[in-house]
């Protein structure tokens, strides 16, 4: 039986790190919580360490006060049968924005719809002005939903 090589995402270790410095988490600070080396948790965050253990997954997880699950969603293998496009992975998860409530689908829409509007803008000097503003109208939309 071929061995399989487990390694994780490059954004394991941004989630890492986006999650440590939401919490005001020095890399030390979420060793000591953790009980991982700050060098070893380092590594994780530029994506020097390939493969930590599920052990190690689970004390950051701990020491995050997240979920491991939410560390886990990360790690995977990548290839085409894995890709999803955006829409699926908007609806297929709930989600908050900065720990409050989890988005609704109509807040779901708008993010969707500020993506492709972001995508399909050509920049051009003519239409610059509205272009911005038409993005500015889906932020405060947004904004708006979720009560900010």
């Known amino acids: 039986m071929k061995k399989v090589r487990r390694e994780v995402s490059a954004d394991l270790g941004s989630m890492v790190k986006r999650l440590r410095e939401a ?8 060793g000591e919580l953790s009980k991982t080396s700050a060098g070893y948790i380092s590594r994780i965050e530029r994506g020097v360490r390939k493969r930590p253990s599920i052990i190690v997954l689970q004390d950051l997880a701990n020491g995050l006060g997240v979920n ?6 990360v790690t995977s293998d990548r290839d085409e049968r894995n890709q999803v496009t955006l829409e699926q992975l908007l609806y297929s998860h709930d989600f908050s924005i900065s720990n409050n409530d989890i988005v609704s689908t109509e807040v779901k829409d708008l993010i969707l719809e500020l993506v492709e509007i972001v995508y399909d803008i050509e920049w051009e000097k003519e239409t610059i002005l509205e272009d911005a503003i038409h993005i500015l109208k889906v932020v405060y939309e947004i904004k708006e939903k979720i009560g900010k």
Not at 68 to 73: A, G, Q, R, Y
């Open 68 to 73: 491991v699950n939410v560390l886990l969603s």
């Open 23 to 30: 919490k005001g988490y020095s890399v030390h600070k979420l």
